[in-house]
Nanobody, 123 residues
Framework: QVQLVESGGGLVQAGGSLRLSCAASGRTFSRYNVGWFRQAPGKERQFVAG????????IYADSVKGRFTMSRDNAKITAYLQMNSLKPEDTAVYYCAAGVGLSLGSHREYDYWGQGTQVTVSS
């Protein structure tokens, strides 16, 4: 069982930066893949970034490549999403998730979800 709590969201102007954190409970966190997803009002949940449990693979959605960086600290059982050059279209509730599935980019491969943190980017 893994419990996830996101933090770090807020209101930022376009071009600004935010760093999201995903604090996990449970010593087995290091054995889980971790993903970041987002959902804007009226839209489906969208993959943002995913990191394999070994840390060897990290993938990003095309829309955030070069702007967002995902990392994790298994010792602190925390994952991070550094978001730079934010755009109004990045506005959404951001969720972190943990799972053991094969596909980092599919929300169906994740078993545990946080409650989400709101990111709002003003133009």
């Amino acid at each position: 069982q893994v419990q996830l709590v996101e933090s770090g969201g807020g209101l930022v102007q376009a071009g600004g930066s935010l760093r999201l954190s995903c604090a996990a409970s449970g010593r087995t966190f290091s054995r889980y893949n971790v993903g970041w997803f987002r959902q804007a009002p009226g839209k489906e949940r969208q993959f943002v970034a995913g990191n394999s449990w070994s840390g060897g693979t990290t993938i990003y959605a095309d829309s955030v490549k070069g702007r967002f960086t995902m990392s994790r600290d298994n010792a602190k059982i925390t994952a991070y999403l550094q978001m730079n050059s934010l755009k109004p279209e990045d506005t959404a509730v951001y969720y972190c998730a943990a799972g053991v599935g094969l596909s980092l980019g599919s929300h169906r491969e994740y078993d545990y979800w946080g409650q989400g943190t709101q990111v709002t980017v003003s133009s």
